[in-house]
């Protein structure tokens, strides 16, 4: 609930810019200006770590509608979710900093699409994310990628991720959810 306003105002928006400029190309940047309000602040009076990835979300969702995979996910059954990501900060937002968030898938690999989120302030990147998501059936399962991409249109259109992002990947990964995940600190 900590973003859903602001969710869901990005989803107007993007359905409003969407019928008025047309389909954003799967390949594109995504942009939306966003402020940094008093509850995305903390204690030292910036931007809380945290909430940067929560309002990266909001990217995706501008994101999938805009490019109709929101409007694809609802036909055929399926749903995201974020597997893993990675945030790098390089400068603090203020309050009532102003900022653009900008958003891009960057490639795939057999299992997941991977996006980019970037906060951005006249230009200069103040944070950024790489963002590994899958797409899962309400039935259960995955959506193969190959099955994604066609639904897509990006069979050709985005790249094999580069070896350093498989690397991360399997390194953060937890086990399947068909196996034990105990909790041992020794």
Do not use: C
């Amino acid at each position: 609930m900590n973003v859903i306003w602001r969710t869901l105002l990005v989803m107007l928006q993007a359905r409003r810019r969407r019928r008025r400029q047309g389909r954003l190309a799967p390949t594109a940047v995504g942009r939306i200006r966003l402020t940094t309000l008093p509850t995305d602040i903390d204690v030292l009076r910036h931007m809380n770590n945290g909430r940067y990835l929560s309002l990266f979300d909001l990217g995706r969702w501008d994101l999938m509608v805009r490019t109709d995979l929101a409007e694809i996910m609802r036909a055929k059954g399926w749903y995201p979710v974020v597997a893993s990501e990675t945030v790098t900060f390089r400068k603090s937002l203020n309050l009532w900093q102003r900022f653009e968030l900008q958003s891009r898938w960057v490639g795939h690999d057999d299992r997941a699409l991977y996006l980019e989120h970037r906060a951005v302030v006249r230009g200069e990147i103040y944070a950024s994310a790489i963002i590994r998501g899958r797409i899962l059936r309400r039935s259960g399962g995955t959506v193969p990628m190959d099955e994604l991409l066609e639904a897509l249109g990006l069979e050709d259109a985005l790249p094999e991720m580069p070896a350093w992002t498989h690397e991360w990947a399997s390194n953060v990964a937890l086990p399947s959810t068909r196996r034990p995940a105990p909790s041992d600190w020794d």
